[in-house]
């Protein structure tokens, strides 16, 4: 695992490498977020004896029973929660994550602001913006997120360092990426979350500082952990 796994993050860095020095970017302004959703907890020790430190979970309680003991021997290690967030795990988020990513409703900002206080925690936030204002999916709708990101601000005092999005499954993703990158230049954000396995690298050229790759790393998902 670890040999297949160490070759994976090395072919990924080197894309990421090539893709932000053709946007003339420089390519340590990206940072790789290794979606370990579903993989057991030695798939993330691979990773992280292989140098890898920023990952990323969708579910909170699948988050919990990974990553507090690996945290033990890996102080460096940054764990983003990038899935959807129910309000009731707004506080178990907080406990655990260095970076939510997906904040998008007044209701878990409200949430989110309460655990901070009774934590005394304060993890850095993005908004995701629903940028295909896709009516299935998570995310605040494009034409309300100026309001919501002044709201986060203004109302609720959150750290809000970036933007985050998933574009449309169907079509060129790059308007999509491009109109995130924008909105977070309009908003003096610096954090702009946005690129899979199959699109990073079009986001790296549209301004991506961090893409979110998880089966090319560690390959097919198994069945998930937990309930």
């Known amino acids: 695992m670890l040999d297949d796994i160490s070759r994976n993050l090395a072919r990924i860095h080197a894309r990421i490498e090539s893709a932000a020095r053709r946007a003339g970017r420089d390519p340590a302004e990206v940072t790789l977020v290794a979606v370990s959703k579903t993989h057991p907890a030695e798939a993330v020790a691979a990773a992280l004896a292989a140098g890898q430190t920023v990952f990323g979970e969708n579910r909170v309680q699948e988050a919990a029973t990974k990553f507090p003991g690996l945290r033990e021997g890996h102080p460096a290690m940054r764990l983003h929660i990038i899935g959807g967030l129910q309000t009731n795990k707004a506080r178990d988020a ?7 990513e997906s904040l998008d409703r007044p209701k878990l900002a409200q949430a989110i602001a309460e655990a901070m206080v009774k934590e005394n925690r304060r993890p850095e936030l993005m908004v995701q913006v629903n940028i295909g204002d896709e009516p299935q999916k998570s995310g605040v709708p494009r034409q309300e997120a100026d309001a ?13 360092i970036g933007l985050m999005c998933i574009p449309p499954a169907e079509g060129d993703p790059r308007p999509h990426f491009a109109a995130l990158a924008a909105m977070a230049r309009d908003h003096g954000l610096s ?11 079009t986001a790296i050229e549209e301004g991506a500082t961090l893409v979110r790759v998880g089966s090319a790393i560690f390959g097919a998902r198994p069945q998930p952990v937990g309930g």
């Open 191 to 201: 954090r702009i979350s946005m690129g899979m396995s199959g699109d990073f690298e």
């Open 148 to 160: 919501f990101l002044r709201a986060c601000r203004e109302e609720w005092d959150l750290p809000v």
């Open 94 to 100: 907080v406990r655990l994550a260095d970076v939510i």
